[in-house]
């Protein structure tokens, strides 16, 4: 069964950083797109960053130049390098693999349903 576990979510002050990480198993990480959502109370879930099967990242706009995401295949392991947090950073961060598509593409965040999903890691970022 396909598995993702997050860690490293925590508190932090605005201007701070944090690196989550996704461990995963059940699957051949190494064939699969591999992203992060995040998702506010009754706000849904909103995509991150993408990284390609070969590790290759796509990110929202909101995050480019502050987050990087990193997917280490001989590990098994997704990371999310978060700098300079800002109070709007604040969510639960999903791992998720993409069941679906080839490659992250330019819409890889809308397509929720071709998802599998860890259990989240809370991130909170305060002033």
């Known amino acids: 069964q396909v598995q993702l576990v997050e860690s490293g979510g925590g508190s932090v002050q605005a201007g701070g950083s944090l690196t989550l990480s996704c461990t995963a198993s059940?699957?051949?990480?190494?064939?699969?797109?591999m992203a992060w959502f995040r998702e506010v109370s009754g706000m849904g879930r909103e995509g991150v960053a993408c990284?390609?099967?070969?590790?290759?990242?796509t990110y929202v706009d909101s995050v480019k130049g502050r987050f990087s995401i990193t997917k280490d295949n001989a590990k098994k392991v997704l990371y999310l390098q978060m700098n300079n947090l800002k109070p709007e950073d604040s969510a639960i961060y999903y791992c998720?693999?993409?069941?679906?598509?080839?490659?992250?593409?330019?819409?890889?965040?809308?397509?929720?349903?071709?998802?599998?999903w860890g259990r989240g890691t809370p991130v909170t970022v305060s002033l």
């Open positions: 998720a693999r993409d069941n679906y598509r080839a490659a992250c593409g330019y819409a890889w965040y809308t397509h929720t349903q071709d998802y599998s």
């Open positions: 059940g699957f051949t990480f190494s064939n699969y797109n």
């Open positions: 990284a390609d099967d070969d590790g290759t990242p």
